[in-house]
Nanobody, 123 residues
Framework: QVQLVESGGGLVQAEGSLRLACVVS????????MGWFRQAPGKEREFVAG????????DYSDSVEGRFTIFRDNAKKMVYLQMNGLKFEDTAVYYC????????????????WGRGTQVTVSS
């Protein structure tokens, strides 16, 4: 059984930084494409960033490009999301996801999900 657990969320002031982490147990982590999604109150879950199994390919939504960085450590079975220059509109629950489609931006393209970690940015 594949399980994903996120950590690192919290309250931060605008222009601040946070690093989210996601640890994966079960399955073969190095074979998974990993992604980060977020969902704000009253809004649909949206793609934030994705990374290929090797880490050689990364993809970002326009809203976070240049501010967020996704990276992974296959030996530790972890994926991270470094978030800099946080804005009020980045406030959301952030979810880690695992799948097998490189470049997937839809939630349906991922097979396993964590329970999320709350990020709140104060203006």
């Amino acid at each position: 059984q594949v399980q994903l657990v996120e950590s690192g969320g919290g309250l931060v002031q605008a222009e601040g930084s946070l690093r989210l982490a996601c640890v994966v147990s079960g399955g073969t982590f190095s074979s998974y494409v990993m992604g980060w999604f977020r969902q704000a109150p009253g809004k649909e879950r949206e793609f934030v960033a994705g990374i290929s199994w090797s880490g050689g390919y990364t993809d970002y939504s326009d809203s976070v490009e240049g501010r967020f960085t996704i990276f992974r450590d296959n030996a530790k079975k972890m994926v991270y999301l470094q978030m800099n220059g946080l804005k009020f509109e980045d406030t959301a629950v952030y979810y880690c996801a695992a799948g097998r489609r490189t470049g997937a931006r839809l939630a349906s393209g991922y097979d396993y999900w964590g329970r999320g970690t709350q990020v709140t940015v104060s203006s």
